[in-house]
C-alpha cells in the first residue's frame, strides 16, 4: 500500500477530487496555504494499493496539466510514501 500526498493549487482541487471520488479512491482534503507566495492551496490524502498508485498519478497529472496550460502554475507536488502497515476501524 502506498499514500500520496498531494499539494495542488485550489484551481485543480474540485476536479482532482472529483475524478478521484469517481474512480473510487477514498481521498482526506486538508486546506493549506503554499510557502512565500501564500497562494490558496489544497493536500489530498490518497491511500492506494501499490497496483493502483501509478492509475491515481496519471489521473493527478493529466487534470493538473491541463490547469498548468490555463494559470501557467506549477501543477502539483506529490509524495508517495510506502505505507508499512494500515489500521482500520
Not at 500526498?5 to 474540485?14: K, M, N, Q, R, V
Not at 477530487?17 to 490518497?46: D, E, N, P
Request: proline share 3%.
Amino acid at each position: 500500500m502506498k499514500l500520496l500526498i498531494a499539494t495542488l493549487p485550489d484551481p485543480c482541487d474540485e476536479k482532482v477530487s472529483t475524478a478521484m471520488v469517481s474512480a473510487h479512491y477514498q481521498i482526506t482534503t486538508i486546506a493549506s496555504t503554499s510557502g512565500w507566495l501564500r497562494k490558496g492551496m489544497t493536500t489530498l490524502l490518497i491511500g492506494v494499493e501499490d497496483t493502483k498508485g501509478e492509475t491515481a498519478l496519471k489521473l493527478i497529472r493529466k487534470i493538473c496539466s491541463e490547469n498548468k496550460e490555463a494559470s501557467g502554475q506549477h501543477p502539483a507536488s506529490i509524495f508517495v510514501l510506502k505505507v508499512n502497515e494500515f489500521i482500520h476501524f
